[in-house]
């Protein structure tokens, strides 16, 4: 390393570091100005979030439950088709899809359920919607 590029090194790193004292101050500043979010922003947040699921299916309890059995169906046939799912996860997710099917036919007929389950899978076409869904559903059994 020659002298010039001694002496440089030192000033550029001295240059470096005082610069920075004046954004830390700033962010310090910034810090204790904190948004506070009103109910509308965190339910606006809520309903943008992956995997949301209260508005998915118009808040018919026996609907909601059908749309999770068919976005976990499209879920499981995804995970599958990659290999990605061992036998002991296949199983869970047969057990997930069991419990709102059984949650999806209270008081009603089969053929109720199989017209809501058209008339679901025609509203709800894309797979990725079906999968942020099936997060949703998941998600909501662990609370």
């Keep these: 390393m020659n002298s ?4 440089c090194l030192p000033a550029i790193l001295m240059i470096t570091a005082c610069s920075g004292q004046g954004d830390l101050a700033g962010n310090h500043a910034n810090q204790d100005k904190r948004r506070v979010y ?37 879920m499981s ?4 088709q990659s290999g ?15 419990f709102y099917r059984q949650r999806a036919a209270e008081g009603r007929s089969q053929k ?3 017209s809501a389950r058209k008339d679901l899978e025609t509203a709800h ?12 559903c998941l998600r909501d059994l662990n609370s």
């Design 4 to 7: 010039a590029s001694r002496l």
């Design 38 to 74: 009103g109910e509308q922003d965190k339910r606006i947040a809520q309903l943008l979030s992956i995997g949301e699921t209260s508005a998915k299916a118009g808040g018919v309890p026996q609907d909601q439950a059908l749309l999770c059995d068919i976005a976990l169906q499209t």
């Design 77 to 80: 046939d995804k995970l599958r």
């Design 84 to 98: 990605a799912l061992s036998d002991v996860q296949m199983r869970a997710f047969e057990k997930v899809q069991a």
């Design 112 to 114: 109720q359920i199989v």
């Design 125 to 136: 076409v894309e797979a990725s919607e079906r999968v942020r869904l099936a997060i949703g």
